[in-house]
Nanobody
């Protein structure tokens, strides 16, 4: 069984930074892409950022572009989300996701077949 283990969430003031990490554990699998999604209370889970594993191509939601950076360490099979200039509206439970299928729609939740448990990010004003 594959598990995605996230870390790095926490409480930060507006304008601050956090870095999230996510790595798979358990059964190995061929990973084609990884992404970050977030869900605020009472809202739908939304796309934040994604990375195509082989080429390193990145994709961002408009709301985070220029502030967040997704990257990967292939040797460690780890994906990172560097979040700068955080705003109160970034407050959410952040989920890591991995895709072992053809990486066609990086921003779609349906693209991913493995999900982490989530890590809370809270930005105070």
């Amino acid at each position: 069984q594959v598990q995605l283990v996230e870390s790095g969430g926490g409480l930060v003031q507006a304008g601050g930074s956090l870095r999230l990490s996510c790595a798979p554990s358990g059964r190995t699998f061929s990973m084609n892409g990884m992404g970050w999604f977030r869900q605020a209370p009472g809202k739908e889970r939304e796309f934040v950022a994604a990375i195509r594993w082989s080429r390193g191509s990145t994709y961002y939601a408009v709301s985070v572009k220029g502030r967040f950076t997704i990257s990967r360490d292939s040797a460690k099979n780890t994906v990172y989300l560097q979040m700068n200039s955080l705003k109160p509206e970034d407050t959410a439970l952040y989920y890591c996701a991995a895709s072992s299928g053809a990486y066609t729609y990086p921003s779609s939740k349906d693209q991913y077949n493995y999900w982490g448990q989530g890590t809370q990010v809270t930005v105070s004003s």
